[in-house]
């Protein structure tokens, strides 16, 4: 009850002061607390708020954001599903940015930045951003997006001169020709990121990046696609405050690298198709480095050890499990301010030509025992141990982000089932916000399952694999896991009734995907008994790629949404129908 004796100017000046706090508010969960204190706090987020992240782009309409936050300085919008970038997801999905960007181009006056992720963006999307936000653009990134070509870049760069991010990463991208770097070399002053790694761009003219780094003194960050490094020494030459680079190849004979000299400032580094002749170049300044990407070096076990035992300041490295058991060890005994620390599978399905490495419970002890400043571990490993992970559980404890995934290339696993590990780990890292466990059958049984769902307190994230044995696993684990939002699943063998019964337990879920499962009818009629007010349910149907041995399972996609079923669904696509017992 509101006390009528309160002073009105002392209200007044509450809401001066908290006018003055709020901008320095920035953390989207305090925001929200904020705005459900009262209507004027509402408003006043809604006046303030600078940054808005929508996490799939169907749970809203462009026109309820426009009534919800008018003077937005920076969006980001997530299109497909996560288990896209593992081309799990049907390419016509949807995803489209087109009704956002129309919007964008004629509401949103305020806009300086925009992400898209995992969309499907047209050139004319391009244009009309161009033409719309003009010199008022700042950021533009396109992550792993798709659909447009470098004329839609040519727009951007021609007409967006003030850009200090361009982010083309892991995005498909129609080559047409390299104009479209030309005209950012031609007319930007104010670039700092520049990114189009891990893209098919070649006909670039690598005279033009020597260009952008002298009319741009504030470049830090420049990340490239496939560009012989010894056409680079003077773009690294007038590149004095870049901090980071990525990309380029080595096609030469290595003694004639030993004229590349990196900017004095170079911390974060990405070298791709780096063999270990070429590796003396890294040298020189590797007690700087603070990020090391080798995902794409052509390096082996040994080298990993040579260079890394170099580099005792690494605060982030990301690599293949080629550098094995000995490599951890080294990083263990070296790298005592190690932050973040992924290792992919080896490079089979990447067309590396080297060969899968081991890392197991060996490799994992020796972590947990020398970097404790670990925040981040995704890791394939090929066997594991209780025992290893409890030893996480035991040092780790400023871990946020834990992911791994066990291989199928063993035969017998040294311990199985993890159980034991599992509730270790978990409870020994109580700061998890985001957990992923892949496994194989057999490796976690249902009571595993349970005390994930009893120790994930925080987890807002959760990637399980292969895990449990029946339908009451799953929903032992769906009465825990009380801040869990968003819950993806692969090869696991509960029923459709048993997932609807689950996320009705999960009171906080906001997002389910699942592949694999015990469908009881081609229709799903037993996944609407978990159907709740604003929520979708979609399946996506068996795929069949007759040209590639590829087959994709049947799966679920489940979501809140406060803009009611989409309409531009691909045959692929089966919306459910809440209102009737049968698929629509």
């Given amino acids: ?291 090391l990407d080798l995902l794409y070096a052509l390096l082996g076990t040994e080298d990993h050890c040579l260079l890394i035992q170099k580099c005792p300041n690494l605060e982030i490295l990301e690599t293949r499990n080629v550098i094995e058991d000995r490599g951890l060890e080294v990083i263990a005994r070296c790298c005592k301010k190690l932050k973040r620390l992924r290792i992919e599978r080896g490079a089979d399905e990447q067309e590396m030509e080297d060969e899968e490495g081991v890392v197991s419970q060996r490799g994992l002890i020796a972590l947990a025992q020398g970097c404790l400043e670990l925040e981040y571990l995704a890791v394939y490993v090929s066997d594991i141990t209780n025992s290893s992970l409890e030893m996480l559980g035991t040092n780790l404890k400023k871990l946020c982000d834990f992911r791994l995934v066990l291989l199928d290339r063993e035969e017998n696993i040294t311990d199985l089932p993890l159980d034991n590990g599992v509730r270790a780990l978990l409870r020994g890292c109580h700061m998890l916000r985001r957990f992923a466990l892949y496994l194989r059958p057999g490796a976690l049984t249902d009571e595993g399952l349970g005390y994930i769902g009893q120790y994930s307190q925080n987890v807002r994230w959760m990637l399980l694999g292969s895990v449990g044995e029946t339908d009451a696993g799953l929903l032992e684990f769906s009465r825990g896991c009380p801040r869990l939002q968003k819950l993806e699943m692969r090869a696991c063998i509960f029923s459709e009734h048993a997932l609807a019964i689950a996320v009705l337990q999960l009171t906080s879920l906001r997002y389910l995907w699942v592949q694999g499962y015990r469908a009881s009818s081609a229709t799903g009629r037993d996944l609407l008994a978990m159907v709740r007010p604003f929520w979708n349910i979609e399946l996506i149907a068996d795929q069949h790629d007759e040209y590639v041995a590829i087959e994709h399972l049947a799966q679920i996609l489940a979501y809140y949404s406060l803009a009611g079923q989409r309409t531009d669904f691909p045959d692929t696509v089966i919306p459910l129908d809440p209102n009737s017992s049968i698929a629509s």
């Avoid at 004027?40 to 026109?63: E, F, G, N, Q």
């Avoid at 003694?255 to 780096?274: D, G, I, N, Q």
């Avoid at 002749?277 to 020189?284: A, G, K, L, R, S």
């Fill in 1 to 291: 009850m509101e006390d009528r004796n309160v002073n009105p100017m002392s209200a007044s000046m509450s809401d001066t002061v908290f006018e003055c706090v709020i901008s320095y508010i920035d953390d989207p969960r305090d925001r929200d607390a904020v705005s459900l204190v009262c209507r004027r706090w509402y408003m006043l987020d809604s006046m303030t708020r600078k940054h808005v992240t929508i996490a799939l782009c169907y749970s809203s309409t462009p026109k309820q954001l426009l009534k919800r936050f008018r003077h937005l300085e920076s969006l980001k919008l997530k299109g497909k599903p996560r288990a896209a970038m593992f081309n799990l997801i049907p390419e016509d999905w949807g995803g489209y940015v087109t009704p956002w960007v129309e919007e964008i181009a004629t509401s949103f006056s305020c806009l300086k930045a925009i992400h898209f992720r995992r969309m499907i963006v047209r050139n004319s999307d391009l244009e009309l951003i161009a033409q719309s936000r003009g010199r008022a653009l700042q950021v533009l990134k396109l992550d792993k997006c798709s659909g447009f070509s470098t004329d839609g870049l040519l727009h951007i760069c021609r007409l967006c001169r003030n850009l200090r991010t361009l982010f083309l990463e892991e995005s498909s991208i129609t080559e047409i020709d390299g104009e479209w770097l030309h005209e950012l070399a031609l007319h930007n002053t104010s670039l700092e990121i520049l990114n189009f790694y891990m893209t098919d761009l070649s006909e670039f003219r690598f005279q033009d990046l020597e260009v952008i780094a002298k009319n741009c003194r504030s470049l830090v960050s420049v990340k490239i696609s496939d560009c012989e490094i010894l056409d680079l020494v003077d773009f690294f030459r007038a590149a004095k405050a870049l901090e980071e680079f990525g990309g380029g190849f080595f096609n030469e004979e290595p003694e004639k690298y030993s004229v590349v000299t990196f900017p004095s400032r170079l911390c974060h580094l990405a070298l791709s198709y780096m063999g270990k002749n070429e590796m003396f170049i890294v040298f020189p300044f590797a007690l700087l480095l603070k990020k």
